[in-house]
T-cell receptor, first 114, second 112 residues
Framework: DSGVTQTPKHLITATGQRVTLRCSPR?????VYWYQQSLDQGLQFLIQ???????AKGNILERFSAQQFPDLHSELNLSSLELGDSALYFC?????????????FGSGTRLTVV | AQRVTQPEKLLSVFKGAPVELKCNYS??????LFWYVQYSRQRLQLLLR??SRESIKGFTADLNKGETSFHLKKPFAQEEDSAMYYC??????????????FGKGTLLTVNP
C-alpha cells in the first residue's frame, strides 16, 4: 500500500454520463496530482492541487474538473463522457518538500466508457 | 521549457543480457531526476532518484549533465524486469511550486 487511496478501482459507464473519481493523498501530503494514462497517449498530466488550491493545469479537457477539499482528499469529475475518455486515471501526492522525493502514486481508477 | 525524452518506445532483450533505457532531458535549472516503474498497468512506483545515488533491484542511473542524460542500466536483465519505465524531471512550475514532467515511457520486455 503506497498510502495514496483511489476509489473506485474500476468504473464502467455509458457515453454522455458523468463520473467522479476520488483520491486520498498519503498522510501529510498537501499536493495532489491527477494523470490520465491511455495506450496511445501515455501518461498525461491533468491538474495539480496544493492545500485546496489549483496550482498547475495540464492537458485537461473543459468537460473535466477537479477540486481538493479541506481534508485534502481530491475528486476528479468527468462529464459528457466519450469513448476516448476510457483510460487509467492516476492520482499522486507529494509532501511539503515538493518533489524532492518524487510522487507517490495510487493504484488508479480504470474507466471504461461504452 | 523542460522536456524529458525517452527515445525508445519498446525495448526487448534476452534474460541475462545488459539493458539500458535511455532518458534525455532539457532544463535550464539544476535537474532532479527520477525513474519510475509500472508493472502490468499497476500503479507507478518510484525506482530510484539521482540525488540518492542508490541501486534498486540491480538498476543504476547516472546523471550526465554534459550529455543531459539519465540513462537507466542493469548489467543482467531478469524476466521480472519486464515493465514500463518512465523517466521524470522535477522542475519549478512557478513560485515555490515544483512538479514532475514525465517522459512517454519505454516498455521493456525481457525474453527467456
Amino acid at each position: 500500500d503506497s498510502g495514496v487511496t483511489q476509489t473506485p478501482k474500476h468504473l464502467i459507464t455509458a457515453t454522455g454520463q458523468r463520473v467522479t473519481l476520488r483520491c486520498s493523498p498519503r498522510s501529510g501530503d498537501l499536493s495532489v496530482y491527477w494523470y490520465q494514462q491511455s495506450l496511445d497517449q501515455g501518461l498525461q498530466f491533468l491538474i495539480q492541487y496544493y492545500n485546496g488550491e489549483e496550482r498547475a493545469k495540464g492537458n485537461i479537457l473543459e468537460r473535466f474538473s477537479a477540486q481538493q477539499f479541506p481534508d485534502l482528499h481530491s475528486e476528479l469529475n468527468l462529464s459528457s463522457l466519450e469513448l476516448g475518455d476510457s483510460a487509467l486515471y492516476f492520482c499522486a501526492s507529494s509532501g511539503s518538500q515538493g518533489t524532492l522525493y518524487g510522487y507517490t502514486f495510487g493504484s488508479g481508477t480504470r474507466l471504461t466508457v461504452v | 521549457a523542460q522536456r524529458v525524452t525517452q527515445p525508445e518506445k519498446l525495448l526487448s532483450v534476452f534474460k541475462g543480457a545488459p539493458v539500458e533505457l535511455k532518458c534525455n532531458y532539457s532544463y535550464s535549472g539544476s535537474p532532479e531526476l527520477f525513474w519510475y516503474v509500472q508493472y502490468s498497468r499497476q500503479r507507478l512506483q518510484l525506482l530510484l532518484r539521482h540525488i540518492s545515488r542508490e541501486s534498486i533491484k540491480g538498476f543504476t542511473a547516472d546523471l550526465n549533465k554534459g550529455e543531459t542524460s539519465f540513462h537507466l542500466k542493469k548489467p543482467f536483465a531478469q524476466e521480472e524486469d519486464s515493465a514500463m519505465y518512465y523517466c521524470a524531471l522535477a522542475h519549478n512550475s512557478g513560485g515555490s511550486n515544483y512538479k514532475l514532467t514525465f517522459g512517454k515511457g519505454t516498455l521493456l520486455t525481457v525474453n527467456p
